[in-house]
Structures are given as C-alpha cells and as structure tokens.
C-alpha cells in the first residue's frame, strides 16, 4: 500500500519567545514493512535537512531560534510504501539491548492493579500471553478522547477505566514488562479502515519482542497487530520518550497549538481522512 501524509503542527506563542528548541522525529523509520519516498520535513518554510539516527534507531532532527519568534508551523509530508508483515517488524538498522525495554518509566511505573492484570493474562507462551493482554487492555479501558491528560499515568488509567490510545499503550507496556517481556511505546499515523476517523488520531501503540519473531506491533485500542494501514514514526520507553515533538520555549506567557494529519491511499478518491491531533 502508497500511504500519502501531510502533518501540519503550528505553535503559536501569545507573547512572541525570545527562544525555542525543537527536537523533531518526523521522519518515518526506513523498516522491512515501511519505506519512506520524498519525505520532507520543514519548519516555518525552511527544509530540515539533517537527521540522524537515535539510540533507538529512529532519526532525529533539530531545529532552534535564537530570535523574537511569534510562531512556528512545522510540516512533514510525502509517501510510505507499505507492507502486512503479520505484525512483525524488523529491518532496524540500529536496536539497543532488549534489557533497556524491560525498564519502567514514571507513566507506565505499575501498580497492584497493573501487576494483577498482567498475571491475570499469563499464557504458555510470550505470543499468547501478548495476544490476551492486547484484548484485557482494551476491555479495561474505554477508549474515551479527552479523559486523560498526557501526563496521566498507566494506572490512572486503568483506575478510572477510560482513556485514549497513549493510555492503551503504556498499560500495555507496563504489564508486558512485569512479565519480563521487553516492550516500548510506538508513535506514527494510522489510516482508519472506519468511517469515524476521529477515532484515530496521530496514533500510539506498542511493540514488543517475541522470541523466534522479533519485535511484534500491537494496537489494543483497535484490537489488533500492525498492518500495512500503519506508519512507524518513532519508538521509545514511553509517549514522552517517543514524542514526535518536543523541545523548550523561552519568553513566552503561553502556547496555543494546531495540529492536523491527512492521510490517504494513493489514487484512491475520496479516501482522504483529516484527522485532528490533541
């Protein structure tokens, strides 16, 4: 599948910065499944030409302005050639140890309810095991835009029972680590095979390491594993870790932020889905 992207993020500053620094990950990983072609990155216009690769293999670029700035619009566009590998993604050209995916962060730290959920869906194998978590995640925690926050917590959400696919992800990072499995926290864009694409945002799920397999892609808020409907941006302990923006503003009393993704098959008419980042 020809996955054709354009994802605007604006910034505007209320009070012009005197600063800003930007960390960007918007290049899609060049994966087996996923092959990025005239890929561009630009902020306020300008080419971001120089990426490099992260500890986690993923490439990174670095934008900063050291002037009076009232806004800054960062766009990202081009074409991803697609594959349904069954879940299973391979072709990093760089990996860290597994043990590094074994270790929890502040929003996935778990708690007894956490660690009675993972117990609870302990199979014979890693597969099964991943498989029956994807779902119990799911049946948890409703999928509810606007419940949480992205500071809120694994167990937050799994406390209040409403949440949106960051919470999917990290709870389901969380359990499969105290199952000592490795697992990570996955950004990127997910074309939506359902007539409300509101549903589906700038999208998270999570990929974790079956052995003989690899790592395997999992999406518990669709109840499924990766297909050639989605685009791998960035990888990470968790969604801070794998933001696909981050950075400091120096100088300015508050941000308001704008973002949109369209995304759409290529020479497919009328597929083309507008899809509204928080």
């Known amino acids: 599948m020809e996955l054709v992207i354009r994802h605007q993020t604006t910034y505007l500053y209320t009070t012009s910065a005197n600063q800003v620094a930007l960390l960007l990950r918007l290049r899609p990983t060049l994966l087996d499944s996923q092959t990025p072609r005239d890929w561009a990155v630009t902020v306020n216009g300008a080419p971001v030409g120089t990426w490099l690769p992260n500890a986690f293999g993923d490439g990174e670029a670095f934008f900063q302005q ?7 619009e960062i766009v990202a566009e081009g074409t991803v050639v697609t594959q349904d590998r069954a879940g299973i993604v391979s072709g990093f050209r760089q990996e860290p140890p597994l043990a590094i ?3 929890q962060t502040s929003l996935t730290r778990p708690d007894p309810a ?6 609870g869906v302990r199979r014979e194998d890693v597969l099964s095991t991943l498989h029956a978590l994807s779902v119990m995640v799911r049946e948890r925690v409703d999928y509810c835009p606007g419940s949480t926050s992205m500071a ?5 959400a799994l406390a209040q029972g409403q949440g949106v696919c960051q919470d999917h992800a990290h709870l389901f990072v969380s359990a499969a680590r105290i199952l000592g499995i490795p697992a990570r926290y996955v950004a990127g864009y997910l074309l939506s095979v359902h007539s409300d694409a509101a549903l589906h945002e700038t999208h998270a799920w999570a990929e974790a390491w079956v052995p003989d397999l690899g790592w395997v892609g999992f999406d518990p808020t669709n109840g499924l594993c990766v297909t050639d409907h989605y685009v791998r941006l ?9 933001a696909p923006v981050k950075g400091s503003v120096y100088g300015s009393t508050a941000i308001v932020i704008h973002a949109d993704v369209n995304i759409s098959e290529a020479g497919a008419e009328g597929s083309q889905q507008s899809q509204q980042q928080q």
């Open 66 to 72: 050291r002037t009076s700035i009232g806004q800054v």
């Open 101 to 103: 995916f074994l270790r």
């Open 114 to 119: 956490i660690a009675a959920l993972a117990e």
């Open 152 to 156: 809120s917590t694994a167990g937050e």
């Open 234 to 242: 960035c990888g990470g302990l968790d969604a801070h870790d794998a």
